[in-house]
Structures are given as structure tokens and as C-alpha cells.
């Protein structure tokens, strides 16, 4: 058994256009999170005009489809450059939701997953499963429509997808990469719940009003999401990219789970807030981990009182585990982070232990 800890990451923060990220070679990446601006949801339609002329044409004569249309032209161009820098068998991982849009007085659905899922098809990704995020909400006024008259009333939207995509066939690793990987495990109960098809997070809203960031809001996703997809499709020490950084939660998520990163955003000032985001990461690190581990604790101890089976024990740190593949994983805790350059940061760790948590 080989004790791995990775002993720095780095994260590079480019205020840049990702249409075209020159900053990155070809195959230098292993796995891309993101959620993009979403094509005909109006809090995006600035964006969408600044980058093309045919966007707001479009969308001054309300021609709906052709908007649409034009917009997703826009991300096709950072789908093709996500392709381009994903080493072989990387997973790209896209959170996006479908729009609901009056234009010209008529109400429709503008399919946002499919368009996109089309067009990486084409570019030469692999459509995985995915997995359909529930952002519900409990709100009296949700409901879409004429109430309770048939037949103008629309179904309630509540979800959003997390598009699955590789390029090329599975991930081959090194020899060193394998031990990596043994290390990058997570707990058998994690799986069960991680790769589900449907989730059950509430969406994050987030509104600034002390910094320079020209955009009012962000569409972003909680840490917890990040979370679970940077442990669930990379292993330590890969580099995590994503080409609409905003607030830096897949930054944040990919320091805390001991992986390098590299995020784009057009706006400086909120690239400010990731920052310090990633600034903060020992305060989040430690309970990130005690959460989990004292979850796996619980789940062991109602194992038990259930009189089941617990046939293996981690080699790290003692505990029962289900399977032979938890016995060698391990966490690191994140003891600093600090800007070594303007926009670059730098992340340091020691070996997480059981005297770490609060709770024994």
C-alpha cells in the first residue's frame, strides 16, 4: 500500500473569453465542469447581444427559434474548445436547464440540453447517462398559465440536466495514476446516493451589491453539486476546468477535493469573488470532511445495529468499509491557500485524521 498525499495544486483564474481559450493546449485537461449562460432565459440576453449581432436581430423582430438558434451558435464555439483541450476519456459535464419564453405572444419551451447535447455529438463526444437535478421550489405562485381552467395552464419547471459527455472511450491510467485513483475512492453509501439519476439540491442564488461585478446575479450551483462531480469523475491531482468560472464554485470544489483547476469568466470583478472564495477554503475544507466522514460513521453504526455483514476495513483509518475498494481511500485536508500571482492560486494539504473531526 503506497501513501499518497498531494502536496500543492495550483488554480489559474482567466478573465478571458472561453470561445477561445489560446492559455490552454490541446489535451491538457481531464475533466470540465461548467453551467453556461442559458440561451433565451432573458438575464442572459445582454451577454448573448454583446457577442452577436444576429442574437439581437433576432430577438428585436421576436423570432424566437432564430434567437435561439444564434445564442447556441455562441456556446458551440466553447464546446469545440472544451473538446479540443479534454485529454482522451475526459468527461465533460454541462448543468443546464431548458427555457420558458413568451416572444412575439406566444408562450414555448426553447430545449436547451438537447440543442447542446446535439451539437458536442457532433463535435465528436459521447453521450453518457445523465442526471436530472430538481430544483424545486415552494413558491404559491409558481404555477404557469390560467390556473385551474384547462387548457392554458403549462406544466410546473423544476429541473435542470447535468449533461454527461466523453471524449473517446474510457479513461486509461498510469501506474502512479492508478494509486492515485485507489485514493480517490469514495464511500459505497456515496455511490448509491451520487450516481442516482435524479437530485434532489436546492439551486443557489447568489446577488452583489459590494463588489464590481457588472453581472447583478449568477445562475450558480451549490458546492455540494461541484462536490460530488469532481470526486465522481476525476481523481486527485487532475486539472478541473471550467470555462464559465462566475462566483468559482467549481474552482472551490475542485481545491477542496485536492484537484487543480482553471476557470474563465468575462467579468473581472466577479472573478474578484471567486478569489476570495478559494481564499477561504480551509474554513470550509475540515467541515467538508467531517460532514463525510461522520455520515460514513452513521451509516456503519446503523449498519451494525441492522446485524449486516461489514466484511473490510480501511488500511488509513480503521473504520469499516463495504467494499475492497474503499479500503485505500483517503482525504486531505486543506491546511492553506494564498495568490502566488494575480489570479493564480496556489492550495497546500496534510493528511485528514479522525482527531480532525468534531465528532468521534
Known amino acids: 500500500m503506497k501513501d499518497i498525499l498531494v502536496p500543492e495544486t495550483s488554480h489559474i483564474l482567466y478573465n478571458s473569453d472561453s470561445r477561445k481559450m489560446d ?12 453551467s453556461p449562460p442559458y440561451p433565451m432565459v432573458e438575464m442572459w440576453d445582454n451577454l448573448f447581444k454583446s457577442w452577436d449581432k444576429n442574437t439581437k436581430n433576432a430577438l428585436t423582430k421576436n423570432l424566437g427559434n432564430e434567437a435561439f438558434e444564434a445564442m447556441h451558435l455562441q456556446l458551440d464555439k466553447v464546446w469545440r474548445e472544451c473538446f479540443r483541450v479534454l485529454k482522451e476519456g475526459g468527461i465533460l459535464l454541462v448543468n443546464i436547464g431548458d427555457a420558458t419564453r413568451s416572444i412575439g405572444g406566444e408562450f414555448g419551451l426553447f430545449s436547451n440540453h438537447s440543442r447542446i447535447l446535439q451539437a458536442c455529438r457532433n463535435f465528436g463526444f459521447s453521450s453518457l447517462p445523465d442526471i436530472l437535478w430538481r430544483k424545486q421550489t415552494n413558491s404559491p405562485t409558481k404555477f404557469m398559465g390560467s ?19 466523453r471524449k473517446g472511450g474510457l479513461r486509461k491510467y498510469s501506474k502512479s495514476e492508478t494509486e492515485i485513483r485507489r485514493n480517490s475512492a469514495f464511500f459505497w453509501e456515496e455511490r448509491n446516493v451520487w450516481f442516482s439519476d435524479v437530485w434532489d439540491l436546492k439551486g443557489e442564488r447568489q446577488i452583489f451589491k459590494d463588489v464590481g461585478a457588472s453581472r447583478e446575479r449568477t445562475a450558480a450551483f451549490p458546492l455540494d453539486f461541484a462536490y460530488r462531480l469532481v470526486n465522481m469523475f476525476s481523481i486527485k491531482g487532475d486539472a478541473v476546468l471550467d470555462p464559465f468560472l462566475g462566483t468559482g464554485t467549481t474552482s472551490l470544489a475542485a481545491l477542496l477535493s485536492s484537484r487543480n483547476s482553471i476557470g474563465y469568466d468575462v467579468d473581472q470583478g466577479i472573478l474578484e469573488i471567486a478569489k476570495k472564495k478559494l481564499l477561504g477554503a480551509v474554513n470550509v475544507s475540515s467541515k467538508i470532511l467531517q460532514n463525510r466522514l461522520q455520515s460514513h460513521l452513521d451509516f456503519i453504526l446503523d449498519r451494525k445495529k441492522q446485524k449486516k455483514e461489514i466484511a473490510h476495513k480501511n488500511k488509513y483509518y480503521g473504520f469499516p468499509v463495504i467494499t475492497s475498494q474503499e479500503t485505500e481511500l483517503t482525504f486531505e485536508l486543506v491546511d492553506s491557500s494564498y495568490e502566488s500571482e494575480h489570479f493564480s492560486l ?10 480532525n473531526s468534531s465528532k468521534k
Open 23 to 34: 492559455e490552454l493546449s490541446d489535451e491538457s485537461v481531464n475533466l470540465i465542469l461548467t
Open 147 to 165: 390556473g385551474m381552467f384547462p387548457v392554458g395552464a403549462y406544466v410546473t419547471y423544476e429541473h435542470e440536466y447535468i449533461l454527461v459527455l
Open 346 to 355: 496556489k492550495a497546500n494539504y496534510s493528511r485528514y485524521n479522525l482527531q
